[in-house]
């Protein structure tokens, strides 16, 4: 007998023989009680955040979506920025007021800064799901050198598998991205370079009311 026909052997007397039943109990009891990490938090909010912010995001809260453009203006002068992003073309977004900030569609290869809209935050990694769509350009999230996310806080999932049921419950995008901090490497001789695949800084305003 070979190594190989020994060790087939082995497998085949520890595993229950053609039980079909049994395997799919096994499989339904994993299911029902999967093993996973510990959130950072009780609170989905808190767990989220905790968790991002260690990955380099940054965080403010704001009431509601009309306090969006007050944030981000707040966002562009603490670094330095002028009043001016790409803004993704959501109907949500482009009915705020804008006064004092150039929006514009059109996204460059060297946008400073650009603002669009995720879909959920997963508290388990501190990731932002955006899909593609008429109205959400993918590379906005690629591109600017700083990314701004309005999230709120009603879009919060525990675990990863909470997105893929919601994944599974509708149409399935052409691009699904999941963002989990800031872009950066340490390849290039052992040095620290942010904004190597995407921005160099991702940055949530979280909307914490209706």
Do not use: C
Not at 23 to 52: M, S, T
Not at 168 to 178: G, M, W
Request: proline letters at 9%; aromatic letters at 4%.
């Amino acid at each position: 007998m070979s190594a190989r026909d020994t060790i087939l052997a082995a497998i085949r007397a520890a595993s229950p023989a053609n039980d079909s039943g049994a395997i799919a109990a096994e499989a339904a009891a994993l299911l029902r009680d999967p093993v996973r990490p510990a959130l950072a938090a009780p609170a989905l909010p808190k767990a989220f955040e905790v968790k991002a912010s260690a990955l380099g995001t940054t965080f403010d809260h704001v009431a509601d979506m009309g306090a969006v453009p007050q944030a981000v203006r707040r966002y562009l002068d603490g670094h330095g920025l002028p009043p001016s992003l790409a803004l993704q073309p959501a109907p949500a977004l482009a009915a705020l007021d804008w006064t004092g900030i150039d929006t514009h569609p059109a996204l460059a290869p060297n946008e400073p800064a650009a603002l669009g809209l995720a879909l959920w935050g997963i508290a388990e990694s501190g990731s932002l799901v955006i899909h593609s769509g008429p109205e959400t350009p993918i590379l906005l999230s690629f591109l600017p050198l700083h990314h701004i996310v309005v999230l709120h806080r009603d879009n919060l999932l525990a675990w990863l598998e909470d997105y893929a049921g919601k994944l599974a419950a509708q149409a399935i995008p052409r691009n699904a991205i999941l963002i989990t901090g800031p872009s950066g490497t340490t390849d290039i001789e052992g040095s620290y370079v942010r904004g190597a695949h995407g921005p160099g800084f991702v940055h949530v305003i979280m909307i914490d009311g209706g």
